[in-house]
């Protein structure tokens, strides 16, 4: 019987580890928020994509550091197998060469093969106004970049935060829209356009407005940016930013997306409770961030976000991090430090 023993103990030795234990998708058990920080950047706006077939998670983001006697805002992404050891930069896009200060807010789309990143000029440059632009990819790393997008509903006012969707063989563009309004020197408004294809020609939805309501019915007053489109089990979502303070929140979409119509009106908006951490989020909890949902792998849905506990440094935006939270529901969220007894 010892004999059958050590057999049994020898061919399983013997095995690929992969048929004697699964490796898990996301190891929450070796994180600890923040997963991403760069002493001298402020890091935030970030979204991030996975790539199956090499196991690597890709991460884009906003950063903000010292050039000069400036803060500017950078594009810059980075890749990961883990969530603990991260690569050097695979680009840092400064905006210059489109008469810039910098650059921010990437949003990482797949459509059809074909990865789309989204973002905007910044700094509000006296004569160049922000607009937005897109680059497209093959595999992640090497990109063809700095596409106007949207000029034809953008290009009167400042726009930012660029994000798409696709349905029915259309795109659909969101955005923040700053202009003047009535008395008011500047008022920010989410706007919706829509074409077949990124060079447009684009047109608004209807006016070009968005309505967002709570789950109660009652219509939200805040500012929403950030934005980021997903299906999530066959039904459309908006997922952005709302503000005061900076959280972030999930709508529904109105109605049948079949209905252009429908791409105006989003309901049932909650908020994703991010739980606080000393020492990281207790300023900005969970600021710009980034929902996937990768049911598909482990069961839970994953949240990539800004945290900060001061907003003074790096001209008032303060020293961003970023953390992971995940959920099976969208309503209870875990953070990996909890798994350290925090």
Known sequence: ??????????????????????????????????????????????????????????????????????????????????????????????????????????????????????????????????????????????????????????????????????????YFLYYKESRPFGHLPRVDLTRVAYASGLDGPWHFVYAGYNQFTHQDRSLSNMIHENYRLLEIDGTWYMQNTGYWPHDPHLYKIGGDADNKAWWTVWTDGILLEIPVEEGFNTAHRANAAHLQDWREYDGYFYLLYAGNTENESFWTRGHNRLGLARSIDLITWEIPSVAWGY
């Open 1 to 170: 019987m010892m004999l059958c023993k050590r057999k049994i103990f020898l061919l399983l030795w013997m095995l690929p580890a992969g048929l004697c234990a699964q490796e898990p998708f996301i190891d929450w058990e070796r994180l600890q928020n923040p997963v991403y920080e760069v002493e001298d950047w402020s890091v935030k706006d970030a979204s991030m994509i996975y790539v199956e077939e090499s196991g690597l998670f890709y991460l884009f983001f906003s950063a903000f550091f010292h050039v000069g006697d400036r803060v500017n805002s950078h594009v810059v992404s980075v890749k990961t197998n883990d969530w603990i050891n991260f690569s050097d930069p695979l680009f840092i896009w400064k905006g210059a060469e489109l008469g810039y200060h910098g650059l921010c807010s990437p949003e990482i789309h797949q459509f059809e093969g074909t990865y789309v990143l989204t973002y905007n000029g910044w700094g509000d440059k006296a004569g160049k106004v922000n607009q937005l632009y897109y680059a497209v990819s093959d595999d992640l790393e090497n990109w063809d970049k700095h596409k106007p997008l949207g000029r034809e509903v953008t290009a009167k006012y400042r726009a930012i935060d660029a994000a798409l969707a696709y349905h029915q063989e259309t």
